[in-house]
């Protein structure tokens, strides 16, 4: 192992972050990668015995409004199923714990006792040594310039010293992933960020608690002032978190030759606001002189998550980029992506920071509007299932204007429009979100209504999209996946597994000819199963994978009356003996010509849905309002198909399947034929299966007063 850094440890944003170590976290398994950079780090000193400066302060989170309250209230839940210790305190208790706050709004607060801080130079050090320890190589000064893919496989890095012959190459370049990627013929969707902080001069208040012996007070979060606050030294250090119009991007175009170990130039305007109101909520702050000022650039993606895993369209070439907050991901990335390195997969399930998660939309300006809304917004409330609004809409159907004028609030799925919901006339066709029942709620339930008594209309477009063909095709894809194989004319729900059983993905499967296959996933996917499978494609080049999602449209017409709409516009026989349940045909609907019908929806529900040339889908739309008039149809968003999937215990991929719990653990039984010959994650099954398991996954029905279940 060998570890490339172009000028020293450390430098570029490691030796200037605030080194703060929050475990909250509304994703089970990113609270999960959290704690194992804290076990990492704890263990640090004891095994290297170099000093990691770690601070087990706690951490304080002010609630001011019912929301903020009600968000603590649902994460308690996940900080159980995590087994962290937390509690919510009350505004007394939450005085209590850090007596400088002055906070008369506060209706209550989050406390962890066991988060902290820790010197993130003295974490660097201390891990290259260990890494040294352990005979890996870290070459300083040494500036990677070029890569070449070798003839065996290999790779090739050229650097500012000589090349170096690797089997793997790991990014993990920080503020210079861009320019790294673009090496490579990567369009890493990360981009350098500018955030500061200062330190004060010695406060009395927290002079006098050290000669008093009391411990250290938690960071303090309050977003009445968008940011965080803790002790430093005999002072206090103010990190403001910058809003969308004063956050400042760094080097979009490339970081300069001289850009090392260095700092930019203080910018108190651009959170002036901010520490004028902390110093209202803690006087002790105002009071206090400025000592210094620590600003300079780290990387954001779009959701404020890393970038880890396996690059898209490259062998043996992996990503620790777009790392916000590095120290506190830094344990848990090195760790995992070892771990997927070595044995070909993770114990957790890590898909929520996969590279691939991003699709080819998220190019430098779609990044750069992103990474400056989820900043700008860091500390403000946000609810489930919330959609941002920058850089929208970016992909439409052709039917986005017509649904729009039938009142469609839209949400967003790898970069694609997709109604979430309708409003009725009168009704502002906007979103609403809400840790508790909102009015949407009511619309939602008309539309699930709907469905069942008579016809709705989904618009599914952005549906992910393949076409396989050739004459290897059959053969190829019965090694994959986890089903048997449709025969010409049927469809079957089948999954790509990983080595170790666990569900890599879910795919409709319809079998439209001998040698054509078309397979439907979730649009997350696109980037990852596409690229997931063309890893898997024969060398003989007789299978040929297509991604055909920008291609072809979708809509499903699904419900009681689904048959009376649809047939009078095709000559396809929709019949129950002509057309069964799992079925797919070819035909003419309306004028549009090359429809896939497929008898199969997410609904459970009588239904079809109906893969078309996107040039058609106009018309197509026009010619189902118009046949469903008579029937009551009406258009249904995501949100009622949810609602009907749940009712049905319809799995979704990554929420109920993931690569982590295996296919039995998923209830996946009757989608595994272990009697068709061999496929990947089958002799893991097998094992599985005679070993039983203690996990099933079930369907709850859950009485609420007044929560949202999702939430």
Not at 40 to 60: D, M, N, P, R
Not at 313 to 321: D, F, P, R, S
């Amino acid at each position: 192992v060998a570890l490339l850094e172009r000028t020293q440890l450390t430098a570029g944003s490691t030796w200037h972050a605030a080194g703060l170590i929050p475990s909250y976290a509304r994703s089970r398994n990113v609270g999960r990668m959290i704690a194992r950079s804290i076990e990492i780090y704890e263990g640090l000193e004891a095994e290297t015995g170099q000093s990691v400066g770690w601070h087990k302060c706690g951490q304080l989170r002010i609630a001011n409004t019912r929301d903020r309250l009600d968000e603590y209230k649902s994460y308690m839940d996940v900080a159980e199923v995590q087994g962290l210790r937390a509690r919510i305190v009350s505004p007394a208790e939450a005085r209590e714990i850090w007596p400088l706050l002055d906070n008369k709004d506060m209706l209550g607060a989050l406390y962890h006792p066991d988060d902290g801080h820790i010197a993130p130079a003295d974490v660097t050090q201390a891990m290259a040594k260990g890494a040294r320890d352990l005979g890996a190589k870290v070459h300083l000064d040494t500036e990677v310039v070029g890569f070449e893919r070798m003839p065996g496989g290999e790779w090739k890095v050229n650097t500012s010293r000589g090349d170096i012959l690797c089997e793997h190459v790991i990014l993990a370049t920080g503020n210079y992933a861009r320019q790294t990627g673009a090496m490579l013929g990567l369009d890493i969707p990360a981009i350098p960020i500018v955030h500061q902080y200062w330190i004060t001069e010695a406060v009395p208040e927290i002079v006098e608690r050290k000669r008093l012996g009391l411990p250290e007070m938690p960071i303090l979060r309050d977003e009445g002032y968008e940011g965080y606050l803790r002790e430093e030294g005999d002072g206090l250090l103010f990190g403001p978190y910058e809003r969308t119009e004063q956050l400042k991007l760094f080097a979009e175009n490339g970081v300069p030759e001289w850009f090392g170990a260095d700092l930019l130039d203080e910018d108190f305007d651009a959170v002036s606001w901010n520490w004028e109101r902390a110093s209202e909520l803690v006087p002790a702050l105002g009071r206090a002189g400025i000592k210094r000022n620590v600003r300079g650039p780290f990387q954001m993606t779009a959701d404020e998550l890393p970038l880890m895993g396996q690059a898209w369209g490259l062998e043996n070439v992996w990503l620790a980029e777009g790392v916000p907050g590095g120290i506190l991901w830094g344990g848990a990335i090195g760790y995992y992506l070892s771990e997927r390195i070595v044995e070909g997969g993770n114990s957790i399930d890590t898909a929520e920071l996969d590279p691939r998660r991003f699709g080819h939309y998220a190019n430098k300006n779609w990044t750069r509007a992103k990474v400056r809304e989820a900043w700008g917004t860091h500390a403000v409330q946000h609810y489930p299932g919330q959609d941002m609004p920058a850089a929208r809409p970016q992909k439409t159907a052709p039917s986005y204007d017509r649904l729009s004028q039938l009142g469609a609030v839209w949400d967003v799925l790898n970069g694609w429009e997709m109604p979430s919901w309708f409003a009725p006339a009168g009704v502002e066709a906007r979103n609403i979100y809400g840790w508790r029942w909102t009015p949407k709620g009511n619309h939602v339930a008309e539309e699930v209504q709907a469905v069942r008594q008579a016809v709705g209309l989904v618009e599914m477009t952005p549906m992910t999209k393949f076409e396989v063909s050739g004459p290897g095709t059959e053969a190829w894809l019965d090694g994959i996946l986890a089903n048997k194989l449709p025969r010409p004319g049927r469809v079957a729900l089948a999954h790509h597994l990983t080595r170790a059983g666990g569900v890599q993905a879910e795919y409709v499967v319809a079998r439209l000819q001998n040698g054509l296959f078309y397979l439907i996933s979730t649009p997350r996917a696109e980037r990852c199963n596409f690229d997931d499978l063309s890893r898997l494609l024969p060398q003989s080049g007789n299978v040929q994978l297509r991604n055909v999602t920008d291609d072809r449209g979708s809509f499903t017409i699904v419900g009681p009356k689904a048959r009376e709409v649809l047939q009078p516009l095709t000559e396809v026989d929709l019949s129950n003996e002509a057309f069964p349940w799992f079925s797919v045909r070819s035909g003419t609907v309306g004028l549009a010509s090359d429809v896939r019908l497929l008898r199969v929806n997410y609904s459970g529900e009588l239904g079809w849905e109906l893969y078309h040339p996107l040039c058609y889908q106009r018309h197509l739309l026009d010619a189902l309002l118009a046949s469903g008039e008579a029937h009551g149809l009406r258009p249904v968003g995501l949100q009622a198909l949810e609602s009907l999937r749940l009712d049905k215990s319809y799995r979704a991929m990554y929420r109920d399947m993931n690569p982590e719990l295996s296919a039995w653990e998923s209830g996946l039984d009757r989608f595994v034929s272990l009697d068709k010959g061999d496929f990947i994650g089958r002799a893991a099954l097998v094992a599985k299966q005679k070993q039983g398991t203690g996990r099933r996954i079930a369907t709850l029905s859950i009485d609420t007063d007044g929560a949202s279940a999702f939430a």
